[in-house]
Nanobody, 120 residues
């Protein structure tokens, strides 16, 4: 089995910062990519940022210049540093990993989600 455990969400004022962390554990052979998605109430889940094992990074246009994704391959952990937060960043943030386990190849795994609320 594979688990993704997220931490770091919470309530922050506009202009503030938060850092999300997500660690993958379990029967992992190889992680191809890790990333963050978010889902606001009544909206679809969308990509925020993703990073491959080789270090290639992709950001949603709405967060470019404000968010930074990074990864510690040795710890199977991905981070999302979120700066200059806006009310429209309010959402449940989900960690995602595309990985090979002992049971599946190139499979998408999801964390349980962490709430980020930006409000004064």
């Amino acid at each position: 089995q594979v688990q993704l455990v997220e931490s770091g969400g919470g309530l922050v004022q506009p202009g503030g910062s938060l850092r999300l962390s997500c660690t993958a554990s379990g029967s992992i052979l190889n992680i191809h990519a890790m990333g963050w998605y978010r889902q606001a109430p009544g909206k679809e889940r969308v990509l925020v940022a993703a990073i491959t094992s080789g270090g290639s990074i992709n950001y949603a246009d709405s967060v470019k210049g404000r968010f930074a994704i990074s990864r510690d391959n040795a710890k199977n952990t991905v981070y999302l540093q979120m700066n200059s937060l806006k009310p429209e960043d309010t959402a449940v943030y989900y960690c995602n990993a595309v990985l090979d386990s002992y049971y599946r190849r190139n499979y998408n795994y999801w964390g349980q989600g962490t709430q980020v609320t930006v409000s004064s």
